[in-house]
């Protein structure tokens, strides 16, 4: 059969059709992905500030989330697991061996709450940021004041998804 | 909050002291912009101001964490302390008049206040701040450290003044009393030791006092010769130039005792005549004008040619200055008054003659006042500004009459007016 046979150019342009549709496919899996680089700057680096679908992409992918937990673990000063918290009146308390996490409510701004975090051991490392979890919920991120004696106080509103969390007792803990 | 509202002088504009409100005790004071989630960075200079064993503000309220909300941004530094202390201070006067108090200064913990940087900045964007928003400027005042050079005595009509001290501050603003007094009150302490002090005889507090001034040095008697001197100005100006512990001590004793040296009392008496006429155009002919003892208010119907007032001195050891101050439109009215004199000595106290070229129509005022103490004031006298034109209630005249009070003089106010 001659090259240039009208069978064959059609076998040539089916092939071709085919691989162009596989190149396709596999850029958008690999466009979908969330790229670790990414995780570990979410992690890692205060400065990062994560695209707003960011967590409609963890949610898509199994394989993002389970790197996520372990370079929290892995990355993490302090883990305060679920069912650590007590609550004594106005105040939501978490305790662990390495740290305090209180949460208090605002007697003068009752829509606003003061977050407490002190570590014991004040010559440990000071953390810099916290991540906080919802049982089936994606991590949220926030960054905290420089540590002063081991302590450090933020100020936030009572409907700021952090606080909703941390008022959660099924919630999950991460200093970093 | 109470009456008194308290700004912040910041070199951008007055930040008020919007409010202030307990917190639990385990919460670190925090300041906020506004009533927002924000707790600004000087929040913990504030707290540190605030909580004992460093903090002052606990001492006066027996409380150790507060949110105060203030309506612009507060940077670093430790200026904004005045005026949060005085913010605390207010709150235990609910029932302190209405007024404005606007204030630079740091707080040491022995609560005087120190020096701070760029108050002309700050006046001037106070300035700003006064023609933008309606303020009663005769409801305000301004409290700097008095060791502020060049200090304006007022600033738009609202008085100015160098404060040395919380203690100064307090009595200013007429906050002084046992909640204020630099301590928590403990309410059977202060009785026991105000009948404690009854107990001193007179004798016995100025041997006292004769033994301090041995013992602290010979800066006693050469202040208490600028004193004598009847030199005020410079003795204040001394006084205010302490620093460190014994510095203070010295001069805070010295004014102790210019305070207990002070004469008191009913020192002077007023007498006065009115000159009166049918018409202006009679003021010009002695055989047409009579002469009628004053009384506070004239209502007749003449016209008051002339005024002639003078006041005695009950105790001829004493001296007395003073100024007479003509306000034909009201006091305090105009920018400055028509007329003000010095009047003449005389052998038992001072005499003011004031021939009218402008007469007194309604509402005219005429104010005297005088100053007695051990001896007659030499050289500059700022004080009179305020007392001349404020009214007797307001704290500039109250300001006023205590910083000469407390370099050993009395103050004494005769007003006329027409009616």
């Known amino acids: 059969m001659p090259a240039d046979s009208p069978v064959n150019e059609l076998a040539l342009a089916a092939i071709e059709a085919d691989a162009q549709a596989k190149a396709l496919r596999t850029s958008r899996n690999e466009l979908n992905k969330i790229p670790f680089s990414m995780l570990y700057a979410f992690v890692n680096d205060p400065q990062f500030i994560p695209p707003l679908d960011f967590n409609a992409q963890i949610n898509a992918d199994n394989d993002a989330q389970q790197n996520l937990d372990l370079l929290l673990e892995k990355a993490s000063l302090v883990h305060m697991p679920m069912l650590a918290a007590a609550s004594s009146g106005d105040s939501i308390l978490r305790e662990t061996d390495a740290a305090t996490i209180r949460l208090t409510a605002s007697r003068a701004e009752p829509e606003q709450v003061y977050l407490q975090i002190q570590m014991k051991d004040v010559d440990a490392p000071m953390p810099s940021r916290l991540f906080v979890r919802k049982s089936g919920e994606q991590w949220i991120r926030m960054n905290l004041s420089e540590f002063v004696d081991a302590k450090v106080q933020e100020l936030l509103a009572a409907n700021d998804p952090v606080t909703q969390a941390l008022n959660a007792p099924d919630s999950e803990v991460y200093l970093r | ?419």
């Not at chain 2, 033994?211 to 001394?238: K, M, P, T, Y």
């Not at chain 2, 306000?327 to 008054?337: F, H, I, K, M, N």
């Not at chain 2, 007329?339 to 005219?364: C, E, I, K, S, Y």
């Not at chain 2, 100053?371 to 704290?395: E, F, N, V």
Request: charged share 20%.
């Open chain 2, 1 to 419: 909050m109470s009456g008194i509202t308290v700004h912040i002088l910041t070199t951008n504009a007055p930040a008020t002291i919007q409010r202030i409100r307990e917190e639990d005790s385990h919460v670190a004071s925090v300041i906020c912009l506004d009533g927002r989630a924000e707790a600004l960075p000087v929040s913990a200079a504030y707290d540190a101001f605030v909580r004992k064993p460093i903090g002052i503000v606990e001492k006066l309220t027996g409380h150790n964490s507060y949110r105060m909300d203030v309506s612009a941004r507060v940077d670093g530094g430790r200026s904004w302390q005045l005026a949060a202390y005085l913010a605390h201070a207010a709150l235990l006067h609910a029932d302190a008049r209405p007024r404005h108090v606007f204030a630079t200064g740091e707080v040491d913990d022995a609560l005087n206040v120190r020096a701070v940087e760029h108050i002309p900045e700050k006046l001037k964007a106070l300035s700003i701040f006064l023609e933008e928003n309606d303020i009663p400027h005769d409801q305000s005042v301004i409290l700097v450290p008095a060791s502020t050079e060049n200090l304006p005595s007022s600033l738009d009509g609202i008085p100015v003044f160098g404060v040395g001290s919380i203690q100064d501050a307090m009595e200013i603003l007429q906050l002084v009393d046992h909640k204020t007094s630099g301590a928590k009150a403990v309410p059977n302490s202060i009785p026991a030791r105000r009948t404690g002090r009854k107990r001193w005889s007179k004798w016995v507090a100025l041997f006292s006092i004769i033994g301090f001034l041995f013992w602290f040095g010979a800066d006693f008697a050469r202040w208490q010769a600028i004193s004598n001197q009847g030199r005020a100005v410079e003795l204040e100006e001394v006084l205010s130039r302490s620093s460190g512990l014994i510095d203070t001590l010295r001069t805070r004793t010295f004014r102790r005792w210019l305070s207990f040296s002070r004469p008191k009392g009913d020192l002077v008496k007023f007498d006065g005549v009115a000159s009166v006429a049918l018409d202006a155009a009679s003021c010009q002919h002695a055989r047409n004008i009579t002469r009628r003892p004053i009384t506070e208010t004239h209502s007749g119907p003449e016209t008051v040619c002339e005024i002639e007032m003078g006041a005695y001195l009950v105790d001829p050891n004493l001296k007395v200055v003073g100024r007479m101050a003509y306000w034909p439109y009201g006091l305090g009215v105009s920018d400055r008054a028509a007329r003000t004199m010095r009047g003449h000595d005389q052998p038992n106290g001072r005499t003011w003659v004031l021939p009218f070229d402008d007469v007194p129509g309604p509402g005219a005022v005429v104010r005297l006042v005088t100053i007695t103490g051990m001896s007659a004031i030499q050289g500059p006298q700022p004080w009179y500004q305020d007392l001349l034109r404020a009214k007797q209630t307001s704290p500039a005249f109250i300001a006023a009459r205590h910083r000469i009070e407390r370099l050993g003089y009395s103050v004494a106010v005769k007003d006329w007016s027409r009616k």
